[in-house]
């Protein structure tokens, strides 16, 4: 046997509390792995990216996230389907292993560990740097205490970690739907600076819809920035070993998906360029900053900071939960030192969460010291990682569903829908947005580091392999049931 699986004929006492055979914790309920779904949809790529990709789309980076909305559902329930076969915790790398080999498995968890250590990083000091707006105190510092709190968070218990995860969604849903109301009152009701103004119209008068330089052209180039912004709302497949009732809580968190884009994303944009006409927002700047001017409301600013930081801090302290999962994950099937394999008494990864957390302050002190492209061009090689995940999920899914209509594995009881055909969509609308990534030079040079790191895991695969070429974690084996 290949993994380390969850034993599915457990009794309720047991499943509240362990999952069998990998040592975690059952300490996520419903109302976090429910937040943590939606947080993960809700990061700085609408806070602050949505700005540059309305300035080069106009309106119709609405549709973008729309089209792209509807392919990470397809994603998230062909994961679905995929936890319901058998629910672990490094859910990705262990499915990787199952279904395409031990190779696969081995990419696909240390390139997750990776995606998590850098956007750790960029997130960690982005925190600090919004700190600055209200106080001036070294950047450093600020980055320093933030690592250690979520570092102490992350090993004092999955509860705790579920506990801010689900506060730093709260505060980044509120905003939304805040700014949503704002926004509808203004269309209705006409208060504040932008009342006379404020008009539907906005959306096809200034240009048209495809109103952007190059029309059609130029939202098809937003569709890497819009798929960027969704990285991370598979981090609820990590949690599946940690779920107390993962059967029940997994899918209802994955079916929220369509009514997370469709408000926070569509529905947010809609408001905010009838408001706002597309015209006025420049690249860098927040839409929600942009829009909270235009009404004459100056603590928009520093409300929007406020959540940007929340939105920052949410996702290292998603890169600490998960990090440290996806190294034990190696270890367990022998592709990772057996170090990482040691938990707490409260069952949370310590080494593999220390060793990412120091690699993570290693890296604000680079990014203090030198910052500059080179380290953009590390963040964009991130995005690149996490894509892969996606790229992974969508390629077992259909080796599992053919190989479960054979009959030679057990029918999930949460079946994408669509079948195979959805993920092969999904495939192939994620190959043209890496092509789009090809065509911008902004982006290509993260499509230069891909080869260079699978070159490395490669060479680190053959080496331990070579060590040890009878072991389980180098021979493909089914997983047994």
Sequence with gaps: MTSVQVDQQHDGNEAA???PGEGYHRALGARQIQMIAIGGAIGTGLFLGA???ISIAGPSLILAYAIAGLVIFFIMRALGELLMYRPVSGSFSEYAREFIGPFAGFVTGWTYWLFWVVTGITEVT????YMTYWWDIPQWLSALVFTVILYAANLISVKLFGELEFWFSMVKVTAIVGMILICAGILTLGFSDAGDTATVTHLWDLGGFFAGEHGIGSTLMTLQMVMFAFLAVELVGVTAGESKDPKTVLPKAINTVPWRIAVFYVGALIMILSVVPWTEFQ??????????EKMGLGIGAAIVNFVVLTAALSSCNSGMYSTGRMLRDLALN???PK???KLTRSGTPLVGTTVSAALMMVGVWINYQWPGEAFNYVVSFATISGMWAWIVILHCHIRYRLKADRG????SSFKAPGGIWFSVFSLSFIGMVIVTMG???DNRVALYGAPVWGLILAVSYLVLKARNPEGAAFTKQPVSK
């Design 339 to 341: 170090v990482f394999t």
């Design 17 to 19: 509390d362990t999952a």
């Design 51 to 53: 700005g540059k990709g």
């Design 408 to 411: 030679e594995l057990p029918q």
């Design 126 to 129: 982005a925190a600090a740097t």
């Design 334 to 336: 022998g592709q990772g």
């Design 283 to 292: 690249p860098g700047v927040s839409p929600f900053v942009a829009a909270f």
């Design 439 to 441: 065509m911008d030079k």
